[in-house]
């Protein structure tokens, strides 16, 4: 045979190619580059046979192609146009929010609560819907908590210290305070989503959940991966305040950031070790003994903070003390 293939290399021998142009342009060259020529044109032509059939096949397919490609660019644009329009990615936002507020019932002792969608509703303030859920606790309307969802929204924090006077713009801060008055609540949150949040909100928020002095909670929540622990804590902690009577501008924002801040380590490290349990069986007895210890700082924590919503505030001797992971000292209770 003329033609053999060994791997990657070619061997040709005794093969004559008439053809008048080949000879032409080989006779136009010095004899000693006329192999690499040759060499060079047989991998350009075999590359033209590949792009020929290449380009055949698309002539044969256009049609079915073409038809599917405009059927999915259609659904796109038309998926792209819902997702634009305001109001149907705020209702689909609450829902979330809603739907997730409901699964924190269910595992939580907060059946009584009444949880309503006011997003197209108007509140106090005239032509205002801000503040798009409302809770009432055990179902007393006046022991409330708001929430103004913001999933799909990157609005920036606000603080009063780098906030332009004559900005008109949304803020988060500007939307607590809004929907305070125009809800009329006792307890408070804005909330955002991991993936969408402007990078002010995630830089205040190093932990998930920040609480603004006199104002109101920032809570970040992950509906991708359906993560809605911050919530569950917003929720836990807005309803003790509610139910305290204290309204958020009598409470110490550094202790209560404090004990927020001691909440999310100690629940995440709990939920780790927790996951420890029933992945790892041999080192069970170890593990349970660190539950053991987690749910009992849980524990102490938590009286912090019935002891700073009964008083509105902590005495420097507690704080200390809650920064030691210490029992809470009643004396000044």
């Known amino acids: 045979m003329a033609i053999k293939l060994r791997k990657d290399t070619l061997e040709i021998k005794n093969i004559q190619v008439e053809n008048p142009l080949m000879a032409e342009y080989l006779a136009g060259l010095p004899e000693a580059q006329r192999e690499e020529a040759v060499i060079k044109a047989l991998g350009i032509g075999i590359l033209a046979e590949i792009k020929g059939e290449i380009a055949q096949f698309l002539n044969e397919t256009e049609g079915e192609i073409g038809k599917r490609l405009a059927n999915l660019k259609a659904l796109y644009e038309l998926r792209e146009m819902r997702y634009r329009e305001t109001s149907s990615k705020g209702l689909d936002a609450e829902q979330k929010i809603l739907q997730a507020l409901k699964d924190i019932q269910t595992t939580s002792a907060f059946s009584d609560d009444e949880i309503t969608d006011l997003s197209t509703v108007r509140g106090v303030l005239p032509r205002n819907k801000t503040g798009d859920l409302l809770i009432e606790v055990d179902g007393c309307n006046d022991v409330t908590i708001g929430l103004e969802i913001k999933l799909d929204k990157g609005v920036k924090l606000g603080q009063i210290d780098n906030r332009d006077p004559a900005a008109q713009t949304d803020t988060a801060i500007g939307q607590l305070l809004e929907m305070r008055t125009n809800r009329e609540t006792d307890a408070n949150a804005i909330v955002f989503d991991e993936d969408s949040m402007d990078a002010t909100v995630a830089a205040a928020c190093p932990n998930g959940i920040k609480y603004v002095q006199a104002i109101g909670f920032v809570v970040i929540v ?106 809470i000292d009643f004396k000044d209770s």
């Open 222 to 327: 992950n509906t991708r991966r359906g993560d809605y622990e911050n919530l569950a804590i917003f929720y836990s902690i807005a309803r003790e305040m509610a139910k305290a009577r204290f309204d958020v501008n009598t409470l110490e924002s550094a202790s209560v950031a404090m004990v927020v801040e001691r909440l999310l380590y100690l629940l995440n490290d709990y939920r780790s070790v927790e996951k420890e349990v029933g992945s790892i069986k041999k080192s069970a007895d170890k593990i349970s003994a660190s539950l053991t210890k987690l749910s009992k700082f849980v524990g102490i924590t938590e009286k912090y903070l019935m002891t700073l919503l009964q008083n509105g505030k902590l005495s420097e001797e507690q704080v200390m003390r809650l920064y030691q992971s210490a029992e």
